[in-house]
């Protein structure tokens, strides 16, 4: 192997949360903005500066990357002592002077700090795993409520903190490495220390990603700006190329939905740049969601690359007679494009990428390495011309490393190390690859799907999903009406639009249905029909009665593999 040409390798992260924050009150719904930037983001940032051979693709859902500069402006302004509060209630408690006498708010307060993966999060610190115990004690006899003092409280925020810190920060910060030695009895100044640590992790972070773009060392990208499943905005119908048999919403489609998703990509770019400089070439669009019309719109707005799942490709060469027999070494390791199009789709490796996202966190990291290069390896040797072939491994970039011990350190410090040493492997980016020897190949036409199984039945097909899908429906016909009547100023036309566009996002139809645990459930129903009720609102109108009842409620018992943030890429693994 070692006297042929090196495969390209390309690791791409997608970082995406969805919009927590409630435009009306200001307020923050979920933490996981906050909680993810200061373990997952910077701890990935930290992993590639490390490494200075590596290259990776990261996108950021534009959203995301709003929602972590409010976080950053408003702990700063806490920090400095020029605003008195943070919209986020978890974070606010972290920092503030008094906490909230009112029982209902501690509760909360206790609950919200056993979020936490109980054997790599919580177990790893023994004082934590302690105040864990008493916490859930408390939350089955909340009577006793009464007994416990401020302290126990302020220690179960501390704690909850410094184990949502990353690695990285906690093998190099001495004031965490204090916090976590004095373990107990933590005093208001420890608690603006760790206020401190957060508003510096916050405040360098965006920064950090583009220096290493600016370098060359890393690519970013973007996806559509609420992160909405654009080939369901074009056209619902879509949905039944991969799902023939699927029940839809009701209704003629998305009204107006190419005009739709041309705002969430030109609005998705425009935050981009204004963030980090420059214009991007490539899109992942959201959750790989894909068809032959989302293509064409991407290239139409100027996109050079975009990517999907395997099973995408493999529905689509079926239909292909000129593909149909190829190899999956002549197939999946290259990208594709539509005839008379020059934008080309990467598709995933999907074993490989769900072996990082789901497999190897129970693996030594050298061995779980070792196993990613050994498969590597094999796709080289079947390749006559591995310079011409990528290998794409493409999974989320914040809610495997929970999985893993102490946050994936080891796992990731090997992974670019190894990947960027090893003579057979060129660790690269997708605009690289095009830039350079990598084919690209003619495909008649796309069966529309995402990298979920290759279609839509995460987001669409359910009793619930549909559910929630003609609520948007019936909304957006609201919103028609109100602008053709004109007479809405241009500030009035924008923030129509972006609440509009938070409806439209993705996750809310993720998480209906009986797939999901119950409590996950039940916060994206309840977000989701506030941000519903917010849109009427602002269009003048009553919200209908049915937002005021939550209509999906999912499983009950254990609940999914991961909890539900992560789906594998396709069906038959499990």
Known sequence: MSDKTPINVVICWHMHQPQYHDLGSGRYFQPWTYLHAIK????????????????????FAPILLEQ??????????????????????????????????????????????????????????????????????????????????????????????????????????????????????????????????????????????????????????????????????????????????????DGQGYPGGEARAVWHIRKGRAVFERFFGFTPAGCWPSEGGVSDATLRLLEQEGIRWTATGESVLHNSLQQDEAHRDDTRETALFQPWHLPGSELACFFRDDGLSDAVGFNYSDWHADDAVANLIHHLENIAAASPEPQRHVVSIILDGENAWEYYPENGYYFLQALYQQLADHPAINLTTFSDCLDHDVEVNELQSLVAGSWVYGSFSTWIGDPDKNRGWNMLIEAKEAVDQVLAAGGLSPEQQERIELQLAICEGSDWFWWFGDYNPSDSVEDFDSLFRLQLANLYQLLGQAPPEYLAHAFSFGARGEGPARGGVMRQGRSGHG
């Open 40 to 59: 997952d983001y910077v701890d990935m940032v930290a992993h590639l500066e490390q490494v200075p051979e590596a290259r990776a693709v990261v996108n």
């Open 68 to 249: 972590l500069d409010d976080y950053r402006r408003q702990v700063a302004e806490f920090n400095a002592g020029t605003a008195m509060t943070i919209s986020d209630p978890l974070l606010e408690a972290l920092g503030s002077t008094v906490l909230p006498a009112d029982e209902d708010a501690r509760m909360q307060l206790i609950h919200s700090c056993l979020r936490a993966n109980q054997e790599r999060l919580i177990n790893r610190f023994p004082a934590y795993q302690l105040l864990a115990r008493v916490a859930r004690w408390m939350l089955k006899h909340p009577a006793a409520l009464c007994y416990l003092d401020d302290q126990f409280l302020i220690d179960l925020l501390v704690w909850y903190h410094l184990a949502w810190t990353g690695e990285t920060i906690r093998r190099e910060d001495p004031r965490i490495q204090r916090l976590q030695d004095k373990a107990h009895h933590f005093s208001l100044q420890d608690r603006r220390e760790l206020m401190q640590v957060i508003g510096e992790i916050l405040d360098g972070l965006l920064p950090r990603y583009r220096a290493l773009a600016e370098s060359g060392r890393l690519e970013l990208a973007f996806s559509p700006y609420a992160h909405p499943i654009v080939p369901l905005l074009l056209d619902i119908e879509s949905a039944r190329q991969a799902m023939p048999e699927a029940p839809l919403p």
